[in-house]
C-alpha cells in the first residue's frame, strides 16, 4: 500500500504519516486492484467491510426491477464508500458498487473502527470523529440529490443540479462528473429527453455546452 496515497484519505485527516502503517495493521486494512466495470458489493447481500477508493473511480447504483438505473454517486480517490451500509448492519444490500475504472480499493472491517481492541492505537477516537464527519456530509449531499430529483419538469431538473454545480466550483464554467447516460440516471430522467431539453436549454440562450462541460449563460 501507498501511505502517501493513503494520507490523502479523508478518513486519515489529522493522523501523522509515521502513524499510519501500524494503524492499518490495527484495522486489518486490505488493498484490493479491481478492473473497469467490476461490482465490488452487490444488491441483495450482506457486507461488513468498507471501502476507501485509492485510485479510480467507484460507483453507486440502485436498479430497479425493470433494469432502470439510477447513480446515487459517484466515488473518487481519498473517499469512502458502503460505510453507511456496513454499520447501518441490514440483511440485505440495497444497492451495487460497481467500478468505473481500474482501481485500487482498501477494505476495512467497520468493527475494528468501531469497536478496537483493548490496547487499540490512540487515533481511534480522531479515526471515528472522521468517519463522523464524512458520513454527515454525505448526508447533505444525498439530500441536494433528492433537492434535484423532486423536481416537475426535466428542465428544472437540470437547472437545479447545474446551478448547483456552478456554485460549488464559484464559476459559470464548469465540467460534471458524468456523461450523458450517467446524468439522466442521477437525476431520474430519459436520457433522449434530457439531451433534446439540454438542446433546447442552449437554443434558449440560458447554456452552452460540449461534453461534461458546461457554461451557465
Known amino acids: 500500500m501507498n501511505l502517501d496515497t493513503i494520507k490523502k484519505v ?3 485527516k ?6 499510519l502503517q501500524s494503524l492499518l ?3 486489518s486494512a486490505e488493498a484490493v486492484y479491481y478492473e ?16 476507501i477508493v485509492l485510485s479510480g473511480q467507484v460507483k453507486v447504483v440502485n436498479d430497479d426491477y425493470y433494469g432502470n438505473r439510477n447513480i446515487l454517486a459517484k466515488i473518487d480517490a481519498g473517499n469512502l464508500f458502503g460505510e453507511s451500509f456496513a454499520y447501518a448492519a441490514i440483511d440485505s444490500l440495497p444497492v451495487s458498487v460497481i467500478t468505473t475504472t481500474e482501481c485500487e480499493l482498501l477494505f476495512i472491517n467497520h468493527r475494528r473502527l468501531a469497536a478496537p ?9 480522531r479515526l471515528i470523529w472522521n468517519m463522523l464527519n464524512i458520513v454527515s456530509v ?12 423532486s423536481k416537475r419538469t426535466t428542465r428544472e431538473k437540470l437547472l437545479a443540479y447545474l446551478s448547483a454545480e456552478a456554485k460549488k466550483t464559484g464559476s459559470s464554467r464548469f465540467s460534471i462528473p458524468f456523461n450523458r447516460q450517467e446524468l439522466a440516471d442521477y437525476l431520474a430522467v430519459e436520457q433522449s429527453a434530457m439531451s433534446a431539453e439540454l438542446s433546447k436549454l442552449r437554443n434558449d440562450g440560458m447554456l452552452n455546452f460540449h461534453k461534461n462541460q458546461f457554461e451557465l449563460l
Do not use: V, W
Request: a negative charge; aromatic letters at 12%.
Open 25 to 27: 495493521s490495527c484495522l
Open 36 to 51: 473497469k466495470d467490476q461490482t465490488i458489493f452487490f444488491s441483495g447481500e450482506s457486507i461488513e467491510q468498507f471501502g
Open 138 to 149: 454525505k448526508n447533505i449531499m444525498l439530500t441536494q440529490k433528492i433537492e434535484f430529483t
Open 10 to 12: 479523508k478518513l486519515f
Open 14 to 19: 489529522g493522523i501523522e504519516e509515521a502513524e
Open 117 to 125: 481492541r483493548p490496547r487499540a492505537c490512540a487515533f481511534h477516537s
